[in-house]
């Protein structure tokens, strides 16, 4: 059947069966392969993009649900001129990636959590990534830098 | 971030070696633009899936493909009968070693899909061609297997027991190789005169290594040029194309590019041929058609190789001053249902020198049985060989210290080697270049507070907490492998590693690198030192790799070696470069090259003031209008070629403090403090990342990670992030990383390697806190991971909660 939503601030139309997740489809319909795909049980939250502003497992939802929504995938999140989001930014400033498999789903996680939590305690951050799994950091810098992203948003606003 | 306070690194640079330079790397990755396999899309590519067994050990009676070729979409099935009708070989092991009495490693034969047989819950029995991927898994389904199902031996200990299921038929014992090394006699003579003997059994528990990216690859057929692509997340595509094309497909090496972009992650699970590889090159010629496979991440629990799985009875002689006399230890590894391609040299090479560790232990005897077993096959992953060793060595030291009533750090003080011993012959094979581990462990004494462990421990029993704090010292042989060694020791190929520097007219650089970069920051790093050695910014470096069309032979990336082998190359090449662009401003100077000095970025006259810029020398490089051409070529590219003369040893010293929580057993780790020697420092920044990112995936090991199997039926119980508990952001304290260098003194850069050195030192120091904050009980060993319910059973075993707050 056929959806229509705003991805990445453009207006869509997709051809998608009913059991189309909302990650195949952008990876494999819509050509976005920023979001990751790295487990089978909706545990690791790579493949995280936002949903009306919310952070959302896309390997988990179904793309029929989208139907009028606003998606927000890692490739929407720098400004059209190529400027990096102040969580982008913060996560190469603070080392915050290594292989990058991850880093999609984390920023979006981190961007969606900062936006709900300004001024984030180490614990609150690490916490607010908890639901996105990490095999190369140990996540002490990705906890920097989401403190850091979350402090740069609070200036852009 | 700034320059990570505790890491040395002098700057004169800012994006030389030394400077924490931002990494290059990183933009696409964070834009969403990296390029990882599952990404390529190639024109009229088909999706392929593997039918997997669902039996760790049963016979195939049949295979029926009818109805799964019937199905929408279906393009082919294949099987292990295909693969035998075509001729294609079976998986190569690449590092087989010679056991006791010069026998050698048994390797029997690893088909691509299982023939006959299947030897583990996951072995491939059929694969599933399909126009996309949803038919191809609905046909999956479809394909009907007999199995004739086999009793099935899982743990090792079962595997060695006389009357064992046999995994293969002829290897009715199930021992693929029983190595040792050291000195028997010796050993036994300082036992005899032992003061005293600690002893321990332990197991190191078997892990699954979960690189983010799961493992992909696609294979593609180019019938005008009869040239095959593999597209593979593979630590070392050159590898995969040696033995894939040689071993398995017969296909001549000019004839096969492997191709492995962006990869994430690989901590050693993607450094080993696998067979899917093989299965996608092959059906993609078959089909004249591309052919694609994903792992699914519960997939991947089943066909990744998985690590460590040891038993092990080790003891320890020591003299009535706490003098380590010798060591003895014996240990049964897993190599599981196949050897993979390193299997049998990580519990024998890669463990048994490692059991010196950074002491003057005068005699050391080690034994190994590797064992096959109904199991996923076993091989190396982060650390490999090494954490194992270190688990035994520092598990032993502590329980002698605690029996003979040593503090922890006086017991390794007494026993360690002095840093003016070196370089330092083990009595188990190596020789370490240099290093200063009691300097790494005066440092992280200081820095952990070590003194003030006790009134830490009485605020957190005044909360009903138990506190622990657990100390471990550490070497590793990095930098894998001079060749010459490596091949006494049974590797079949060489170790070096390649780098080509490629001056562009206009002064710019690309670097061609043998190494593989999938995570690790080779990009940056690789292009600090250029920018070091030929004052060119780092902007203007590209890093190439993972591609055997564009870049020359090398070995790739493990054993943390990429810097000390690989950036020694790369050394070279840049030595060549200055070498030959001394040249080249000795004739554009009318000059003799010996008079030509490089400094700064500029070719000079000594003692003039005459000189030509990097960028005019490379200019001239390409318009030799005037070159005396029989002794001056074109061009400024220059190649090397490196093998090390030794391994490389970092060392150190870990510390870390646990609290537990008597009534639910949970372990809270508070603090982690490491102290390293790793050589010269590149990138402090990277540094701190690749140590930090290594220590929590060995506290991993030690607190919540473990592969479990049904040990009568051998179904694999944590095969999905539902049962296998990763370590997420909320598990892991605040690392503190510091180093203490001495250079190695065989490779130009003096760098050692970082990369494996957290799993190697972690899992041991974070076991010796949770049984020191237990000791009180009476308890001197708990195996990993120390989950809360281990530890629970630990406490009320020995008495219960209630006699905890002492
Ligand atoms: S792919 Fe792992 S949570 Fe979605
Ligand atoms: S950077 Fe590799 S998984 Fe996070």
């Known amino acids: 059947m056929l959806i229509q939503f705003v991805l990445n601030g453009k207006p869509v139309a997709v051809d998608v069966a009913a059991y189309d997740l909302l990650a195949d489809v952008v990876r494999e319909k819509l050509g976005l392969t920023g979001t990751h795909i790295g487990c089978d049980t909706s545990q690791c939250g790579a493949c995280v993009v936002h949903i009306d502003g919310r952070s959302v497992k896309s390997c988990s939802t179904l793309a029929v649900t989208l139907e009028g929504a606003k998606v927000t995938t890692i490739e929407g999140l720098a400004s059209p001129s190529g400027q990096l989001h102040p969580m982008q930014q913060a996560f190469h400033e603070q080392h915050g990636l290594q292989c990058g498999f991850c880093t999609p789903g984390m920023v979006m996680s981190a961007v969606d959590f900062a936006s709900r939590n300004p001024n984030p305690t180490p614990a609150e951050a690490a916490a607010g990534i908890e639901g996105n799994f990490c095999r190369c950091t140990g996540y002490q810098n990705i906890v920097k830098s989401v403190i850091a992203g979350a402090a740069a948003m609070r200036v852009v606003k | ?806």
């Open chain 2, 1 to 806: 971030m700034n320059h990570p306070a505790g890491i040395e690194g002098a700057v004169t640079n800012p994006t030389g070696i030394g400077a924490s330079m931002r990494r290059k790397e990183d933009m696409r990755f964070l834009m969403g633009r990296g390029n990882y396999v599952a990404d390529i899309k190639l024109p009229d590519m088909t999706a392929g899936v593997f039918v997997r067994s669902p039996h760790a050990h049963a016979r195939i009676v049949s295979i029926d493909k009818k109805a799964a070729l019937a199905m929408p979409g279906v393009v082919d099935v294949l099987t292990g009968e295909d693969l035998k009708t075509d001729g294609v070989g079976g998986l190569p092991c690449a590092w087989p070693v010679v056991g006791k009495g010069g026998a050698p490693t048994k390797e029997p034969a690893h088909p691509a899909i299982a023939q006959g047989k299947v030897r583990y819950v996951g072995d491939a029995v059929a694969f599933v061609i399909a126009e996309s991927l949803a038919q191809a898994r609905n046909a999956a389904e479809a394909v009907v297997v007999e199995y004739d199902v086999l009793p099935a031996v899982v743990g090792v200990l079962d595997a060695i027991k006389p009357g064992a299921v046999a995994v293969f038929d002829d290897i009715p014992d199930n021992v693929c190789v029983d190595w040792e090394l050291g000195d028997k006699h010796a050993t036994e003579a300082a036992f005899k005169k032992a003061a005293h003997i600690a002893r321990i059994s332990l197991v190191n528990n078997r892990l699954v290594g979960n690189p983010m990216e799961p493992r992909a690859a696609i294979g593609a057929f180019d019938r005008s040029r009869g040239q095959h692509t593999l597209y593979t997340t593979s630590q070392f595509p050159h590898i995969v194309k040696l033995l894939m094309g040689n071993f398995v497909l017969n296909i001549p090496q000019h004839k096969l590019r492997v191709v492995s972009p962006d990869v994430g992650g690989g901590f050693g699970v993607k450094q080993f041929h696998y067979a899917e590889e093989a299965v996608v090159t092959w059906a993609a010629k078959r089909l004249g058609r591309p052919v694609k496979w994903v792992c699914d991440r519960s997939e991947g629990f089943i066909s990744d190789a998985h690590g460590r799985d040891h038993v092990t009875e080790a003891e320890m002689a020591l003299d009535e001053n706490g003098k380590f006399l010798a060591l003895k230890v014996s240990t049964i590894a897993n190599m599981g249902g196949y050897l993979s391609t390193f299997g049998p040299n990580i519990p024998t090479n890669l463990y048994g020198p490692l059991l010196a560790g950074v002491y003057t232990t005068p005699a050391i005897y080690c034994e190994v049985k590797a064992v096959f077993t109904n199991t996923v096959p076993v091989d190396a992953y982060r650390g490999a060989g090494r954490p194992e060793a270190t688990f035994v060595l520092e598990r032993l030291v502590d329980v002698a210290a605690s029996e003979l009533g040593i503090d922890k750090a006086e017991i390794r003080r007494r026993n360690m080697i002095p840093s003016n011993a070196y370089p330092y012959q083990t009595p188990v094979m190596m020789e370490y270049d240099s290093g200063d581990p009691g300097g790494c462990l005066t440092k992280a004494l200081a820095n952990a507070d070590w003194n003030g462990f006790p009134a830490r421990k009485a605020a957190s029993a005044a909360k009903g907490k138990l506190r622990g704090i657990g100390l471990c010292t550490y070497v590793e042989a990095c930098g894998l492998a001079p060749s010459r060694i490596a091949i006494r020791l049974g590797v079949r190929g060489g170790l070096f590693e390649s780098a080509a520097v490629r001056v562009h007219p206009t002064g710019q650089v690309t670097v061609l690198m043998g190494s593989h970069n999938h995570g690790q920051g080779h990009e940056t790093t690789f292009a600090q030192i250029v920018s070091e050695r030929l004052s060119i910014p780092a902007e203007n470096i590209e890093i190439v790799f993972g591609d055997t069309d564009k870049v020359q032979f090398g070995l790739g990336t493990y054993g943390s070696r990429s810097l000390a082998v690989g950036g020694s190359a790369l050394w070279k090449a840049t030595d060549k470069v200055i070498a030959k662009g001394k040249k080249i401003a000795a004739h554009m100077l009318e000059a003799a090259d010996t008079d030509i000095e490089f400094a700064d970025g500029m070719f000079s006259v000594a003692g003039t003031d005459r000189a030509k810029s990097f960028a005019e020398v490379a200019l001239s490089a390409h318009f030799p209008v005037d070159y005396p051409l029989e002794i001056l070529e074109p061009g400024l590219e220059e190649q090397a070629f490196y093998d090390p003369v030794n391994f490389t040893f970092p060392c150190g010293a870990h510390i870390a403090e646990v609290e537990i929580d008597p009534e639910t057993g949970v372990v809270e780790l508070l603090s982690y403090v490491c102290v390293d020697d790793i050589g010269t420092v590149i990138n402090p920044m990277i540094v701190d990342g690749q140590i930090t990112g290594g220590v929590v995936q060995g506290v991993g090991q030690a607190l919540y990670e473990d592969c479990v199997y049904d040990p009568e039926s051998g179904q694999l119980l944590s095969g999905s992030f539902m049962d296998y508990c990763m370590p997420r952001a909320d598990h892991v304290p605040k690392v503190s990383v510091e180093t203490h260098i001495t250079k190695c003194t065989h490779n130009p850069l003096g760098s050692k390697g970082c990369g494996e050195l957290g799993t190697i030192g972690s899992p041991a120091t974070v076991i010796n806190a949770v049984v020191d904050a237990l000791s009180h009980l009476g308890v001197n060993h708990i195996d990993m991971p120390a989950s809360p319910h281990r530890v629970w059973r630990v406490i009320n075993e020995a008495g219960g909660a209630a006699r905890v707050a002492q």
